[in-house]
């Protein structure tokens, strides 16, 4: 069994960019330049007689989600969508893993029901790589550990 909390070491190695795999419907994506999540629920302090809160709502979960890819990765989702728009492409999931080089401990993360809500592109003078922001609507993110849906 790994040590799930080993002594602190110098120059030490930990979750990290660079120990990110990122799969796209069975293929890993090799030109991922950024990826954000987040997800919350909505509560709020309901008050009664006095001053202070009296009982707590819970509303609806909001998942988030946004990715920028380079421009190939995009150019060959669009191909493998055959002339539709990649919005068109039916939901799937995102795999998201942690893997320190060196560690056994693997953190996943699965971005669910995903799909593309935009594609653009924008190009400035003395861009080296074209980067693409794509906007995403998921249903649910499965964090590691995580056990219920």
């Known amino acids: 069994m790994p040590n799930l909390n080993p002594s602190p070491q110098i120059n030490g190695v930990r979750h990290a960019w660079a120990s990110i795999s990122f799969n796209w419907l069975g293929r890993t994506v090799t030109g991922i330049a ?4 987040s997800d919350t629920v909505k509560m709020e302090n309901q008050y009664g007689a006095g001053n202070m809160p009296s009982h707590r709502s819970v509303g609806n979960y909001e998942a ?8 190939f990765e995009v150019v060959g989702m669009q191909l493998s969508t055959l ?3 990649i919005q068109s492409i039916a939901p799937f999931d995102i795999i998201v893993c942690f893997r320190p080089e060196g560690q056994d401990l693997l953190v996943t993360d ?14 400035n003078q003395g861009d080296t ?12 993110i499965k964090w590691h550990g995580q056990t219920e849906d």
Request: proline share 2%; with cysteine.
């Open 64 to 71: 988030k989600a946004s990715i920028d890819l380079y421009q």
């Open 110 to 123: 699965i971005i669910r029901n995903v799909q593309f809500t935009n594609n653009a592109r924008s190009l």
């Open 129 to 140: 790589m074209s980067k693409v922001p794509l906007e995403l609507i998921c249903s649910h």
């Open 83 to 85: 002339g539709k728009r």
């Open 34 to 37: 950024k990826i954000d999540y």
